[in-house]
């Protein structure tokens, strides 16, 4: 069993930032790729940016520049900082861990249960 946990939503003016992070628990052997997706009311999830177990990233258009993400193997845990947050970034963000498993396709996807982010004045 994997338990995957954000924390550090919450209400920020457009300009501000925040910062959420993402641990994942359990039984793991290893973790091949981390990530931040979002989703709003009517729209499907969507992704944010990943990053693998050796550091290669891949971050939406939209936010690129602007947020980053950086992870702490040791502590199967990454990080998101949001700098010049906007009101279109207003989301539920859901973070992904794709944990190793030994049987193709050699990887299990756990999803947390998501931190709602709302910029507004």
């Known amino acids: 069993q994997v338990h995957v946990v954000e924390s550090g939503g919450g209400l920020v003016q457009p300009g501000g930032s925040l910062r959420l992070s993402c641990t994942a628990s359990?039984?793991?052997?290893?973790?091949?790729?981390m990530g931040w997706y979002r989703q709003t009311p009517g729209k499907q999830r969507e992704l944010v940016v990943t990053?693998?177990?050796?550091?290669?990233?891949n971050y939406e258009d939209s936010v690129q520049g602007r947020f980053t993400i950086s992870r702490d193997n040791a502590k199967n845990t990454v990080y998101l900082q949001m700098n010049s947050l906007k009101p279109e970034d207003t989301a539920v963000y859901y973070c992904?861990?794709?944990?190793?498993?030994?049987?193709?396709?050699?990887?299990?996807?756990?999803w947390g249960t998501g931190t709602l982010v709302t910029v507004s004045s």
């Open positions: 992904n861990a794709n944990v190793f498993d030994p049987r193709p396709p050699y990887g299990m996807d756990y």
């Open positions: 359990g039984n793991i052997f290893g973790i091949n790729r």
């Open positions: 990053i693998t177990n050796v550091g290669g990233t």
